[in-house]
Every structure is written in C-alpha cells, then in structure tokens.
C-alpha cells in the first residue's frame, strides 16, 4: 500500500469498537465483520484487492490481530511512507515493512482466531440520509454538552439530532436541499434513540477516512453509518437502539 497513513486510520476506525478481530483473505481481497464485545456496535469492513498496489493470497487465511498493538507499531508513520504487510502463517507473525527514506520492520504475533460468524443484520431502513462528516461530527458535539443520548428524527424535509437532559436541551435541524445535508429521503418518518458515546467515538474514526456519511435509521431500530472512501473499499458501522421502557 502507497499510503501507509491509509492503513493506520483504517485501523484506528476498526478498533475504535474492538480491540481484536479477524480478517478473512481471500484472492479478491480481505473483509472483517466484527461485534463490539458488549453486543451492541458492529464494524462491517471490505478492503477489495485493488485497495492494495500489489496483492497476493493463494488460499483462503484468517488472520486474526490486536489491533491496538498494531497501531503501537503504525504510530509513528509519516507522510510519505508505504506499508507492506505479509502473514508469515508457520510462524503465526504478521511482517510489517514501513518504507520511505530508510526501512523500518517489524513482526507482530497474531492470534488464534475464534471461528465466530458475524452475519449482517437484516435491517430495512425508512430514512436515508448523506451528509458531510463534519456536520454530524459538529451535531454530535453540541449534543455532548447536555445529555449522553441522541436521538435521531427524520420528516420528510429535514433531519433533526436532539437530546435533553438536566442542563437542557439541545436540537440540531439540517433541513431538506441545505449544502451540509447532501440528500435527504424518507419513507417513513422515523425516530430512534442512541448512545452518543459510541456514535461520537465511530465519527471520530471515520472522520480521518471519509468526508461523506450515509446515516439510514428506521423507529426503534438500529442505525448504520456508511463512510464514503476516497479509495475503493467499505467502511459502515451499526448501533442498536436504545429504547425506553413504559
């Protein structure tokens, strides 16, 4: 990979919900589906071959990894560095080579992968919306100031982010045609409350990755989160409801 910032910041997104995890490889790429370990957030990753410069992989691997020590190891990269990665598998060690004016190697023991399937959830979605990462990442924040929970409204002529709590309330409107909310469509209205510690720490992520996010909720049910990549691949996040009792 030419950019080896590209791979940092796709593995800084990835462990922003686990800690550990597996890539499947196969020869059109590598996936990785993956549960936050309280069940409540998933990543879905795609990395297609040609996100690489040049791959390999003559057989279906499972690689599973740390990855908050593989971004011990991708700490200091620099602008203008390459990354190569290799799976030595007799030896269970991932090579990572950080290459620019001088080489940099480094060899990482990988994991015993657990063999658990992450299957996609089946969701249908009544309200579709894409706009800027910046103006969620910024409705997040103002949110952040009274209340932990968000919850997520959609009309068909706008998109509010609201939440309420001791301090006060707060309430964010995107309307329908404005520039920061690129497309806006709805079946249904639809309205769901969520943590706001987890979507905040997965737009944080993303954030160095994606200048557009896709936001898709329905009434009380989960909510996905589709990055935009610059570079050919998929980056979505889902977060499941919090519903309050009677």
Not at 110 to 129: A, D, H, I, Q, R
Not at 176 to 189: M, R
Not at 207 to 232: G, H, K, W
Request: proline share 5%.
């Amino acid at each position: 990979m030419n950019d080896a910032r590209l791979w940092k910041n796709l593995i800084g997104a990835i462990s922003t919900l686990i800690d550990e995890g597996s890539f499947k490889a196969d020869e059109e790429g590598i996936k990785l589906r993956a549960m936050d370990p309280s069940h409540v957030a998933m990543v879905d990753f795609e990395g297609p071959k040609n996100l690489f410069s040049d791959y390999v992989c003559d057989e279906p691997t499972e690689l599973c990894i740390n990855f908050k020590e593989m971004l011990k190891f991708l700490r200091r990269v620099g602008n203008d560095e390459s990354i190569d990665l290799s799976f030595d598998m007799k030896n269970a060690r991932l090579n990572i080579v950080l290459k620019s004016k001088y080489t940099r190697t480094f060899g990482m023991a990988t994991l015993e992968p657990s063999g658990e399937e992450v299957p996609t959830p089946k969701v249908s979605f009544n309200s579709t919306v894409r706009m800027s990462t910046n103006s969620l990442k910024n409705a997040l924040e103002d949110t952040f100031t009274v209340s932990d929970q968000i919850i997520f409204e959609a009309t068909v002529d706008k998109l509010s982010v609201k939440s309420s709590g001791d301090l006060g309330t707060v309430s964010v409107d995107l309307e329908k045609g404005s520039e920061e909310l690129l497309s806006l469509e709805v079946k249904q209205p639809s309205k769901s409350t969520f943590s706001l510690n987890y979507l905040a720490e997965m737009v944080k992520a993303a954030a160095n990755l994606s200048d557009i996010v896709t936001v898709e909720f329905s009434t009380n049910m989960p909510i996905r989160l589709n990055f935009e990549l610059p570079q050919p691949g998929k980056l979505q996040y889902y977060l499941a409801p919090r519903i309050e009792g009677p």
